[in-house]
């Protein structure tokens, strides 16, 4: 069992640290900067003991925040998305293959199907990867055609088959399995084709390049990738009941780190949790939440390749008010970050992320990145539709723990039982105080934009501080505590804002 040092009774009575503090609470002090451009600082972050980050920004594992689309938005722009716990095993797993087939430098595995299906079956595969074309094969994945969304977009009868209507094999240009990428680019640019499927000398399909995939290599640069060339993305699982078939599903999807998630993480089902996986399988795993030395401790002593802190300072949640626990999140931070350094762990600062001026206090109080919820579930890419309230745009959001979300979760868990629409309210309402709320989030667009723009803020957060990496930063970083009015004068003031 943990312990919690010789210090317990004086911790008890925190008063003698003064205050815990929050972002508000306090400011950096600028420093001499010979950064001449923001464009030369270094923003590499490092997500776990293994994988590292272009940019310090994860997406939160929820249902209103992270799915395939949001993940793979963020890794295009080097950060990196954790896909929600909150839908079935094989659901969770089919968002990682969306991701992990979004794009690669060869795909090993394309979607394939024989000449005698239908077309509404492929337009089915098409829709539900968001891809543009299927492979068609025959025996021993002999070569026959190629089926893209051109071919079918005005048939008008779903039952034509496919061989009807694909480019047939002859029509095809392909190419060997070991084919460089430079000769994949020139044929594929000579031959004003979009697909490139590999084949081996028997002519069997042995995988597929595409010019879509060799475009984005040029249009996001910075992406973050495994190394087959394929976006990274994470998984969240729970701690109880089924939580080992859903690990190895994700696993066996491709989910490159895997994030044990509970609401209070310094406990003996996250420990446990955390040790069956590691043993289990050799993957990265996230562990949180908690939000002091000592649960940062003991997650990383049992073998956490990083640890998420924050109790209480999320955007929708009530944990605070409903229990009474908690730690200000920049404490928190601070505190944890003293041990993880110890331990060669990065710690991920989670939740109350409002600016990208919090994102650089995080950073530089200790965490190497920042999971953030309610700032990007209002862009195009987070779960759920668009509504419209008094002539202005929102999305719905809310918190994991939220009275509708655990409906939500309650109701697809009893489905099978034909469980009653009664005993499901009655049984969340006995069960558990809600410790998040539901509310409506701003429309904000796409999420690549809102990234640029919390990444410009870090940039120029580290010109102000005179270094180069987030490293230095954490090195060289100066807090000052200010007062209501210091925070005050930081709003704009005295003017009508537009
Ligand atoms: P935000 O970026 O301030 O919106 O915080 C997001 C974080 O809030 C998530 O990553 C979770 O750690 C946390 N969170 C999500 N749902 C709940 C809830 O219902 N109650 C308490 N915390 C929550």
Redesign the pocket.
């Known amino acids: 069992m943990p312990k919690r040092g010789n210090n317990s009774k004086i911790r008890r009575f925190a008063a003698h640290r003064g205050p815990a503090l929050t972002f508000d609470d306090v400011l950096l002090v600028p420093k001499y900067s010979d950064v001449r451009t923001r464009r030369d600082v270094d923003t590499h972050a490092r997500l776990t003991t293994k994988i590292e980050l272009g940019i310090p920004i994860v997406s939160?594992?929820?249902d209103v925040v992270t799915e395939a689309s949001m993940a793979i938005a963020m890794a295009r722009c080097g950060g990196i998305g954790i896909i929600h716990r909150f839908i079935t095993a094989e659901e969770e797993a089919r968002e990682i293959e969306k991701v992990k087939r979004s794009e690669s430098l060869m795909i090993e595995n394309p979607l394939t199907l024989g000449p005698d299906s239908k077309i509404s079956d492929a337009k089915k595969v098409l829709d539900e990867y968001g891809i543009g074309g299927i492979v068609i094969i025959g025996e021993g994945r002999k070569l026959l055609g190629m089926l893209t969304t051109r071919d079918i977009m005005l048939q008008d009868n779903p039952a034509t088959k496919v061989r009807e209507v694909m480019t047939p094999r002859k029509r095809l240009v392909t190419a060997p399995p070991n084919v460089s990428l430079n000769d994949a680019y020139k044929l594929l640019k000579d031959n004003k084709v979009e697909k490139l499927p590999l084949v081996d000398k028997s002519d069997r399909l042995t995988g597929l390049i595409t010019s879509s995939d060799l475009l984005k290599r040029i249009q996001f640069p910075n992406a973050s990738k495994d190394k087959k060339g394929r976006l990274l993305v994470g998984a969240a699982i729970g701690v109880k009941g089924d939580y080992m078939d859903r690990a190895k599903k994700l696993v066996d999807a491709g989910a490159d780190v895997l994030v044990v998630d509970i609401?209070h993480g310094h406990s003996s089902n996250a420990i446990d949790a955390l040790k069956a996986v590691k043993k289990a399988w050799d993957v990265q795993v996230i562990v949180g939440?908690v939000a002091t030395p000592e649960g940062t401790r003991d997650l990383m002593k049992a073998g956490a390749d990083a640890v998420?802190i924050?109790v209480?300072?999320?955007?929708?949640?009530?944990?605070r008010i409903v229990t009474g626990f908690g730690v200000p999140q920049l404490t928190a931070i601070m505190e944890s970050a003293i041990v993880a350094e110890d331990y060669g762990v990065p710690i991920i600062a989670?939740?109350?992320?409002r600016t990208p001026g919090d994102i650089v206090k995080a950073l530089a109080a200790g965490a190497s990145t920042v999971?953030?919820?309610?700032?990007l579930?209002g862009t195009d890419e987070s779960p759920g539709p668009v509504v419209l309230k008094n002539g202005r745009k929102y999305k719905l959001t809310r918190?994991?723990?939220?009275l509708t979300?655990t409906l939500d979760r309650r109701r697809s868990e009893g489905a099978a039982d034909a469980i009653r629409e009664k005993e499901v309210v009655e049984g969340v309402l006995e069960g558990r105080t809600p410790?998040?709320v539901e509310g409506l989030a701003d429309y904000k667009g796409k999420t690549e934009e809102v990234v640029r723009d919390l990444i410009g803020g870090v940039r120029s957060g580290m010109s102000y501080c005179g270094v180069r990496s987030l490293k230095d930063l954490q090195k060289n970083a100066e807090f000052i505590r200010i007062t209501s009015a210091g925070f005050k004068e930081s709003m704009p003031h005295d003017i009508h804002q537009m």
């Open positions: 939160a594992n929820m609401a939440n998420k924050g209480g300072s999320g955007s929708i949640c009530v944990t989670d939740g109350g992320i999971m953030i919820g309610g700032l579930a918190g994991m723990a939220s979300a410790e998040g």
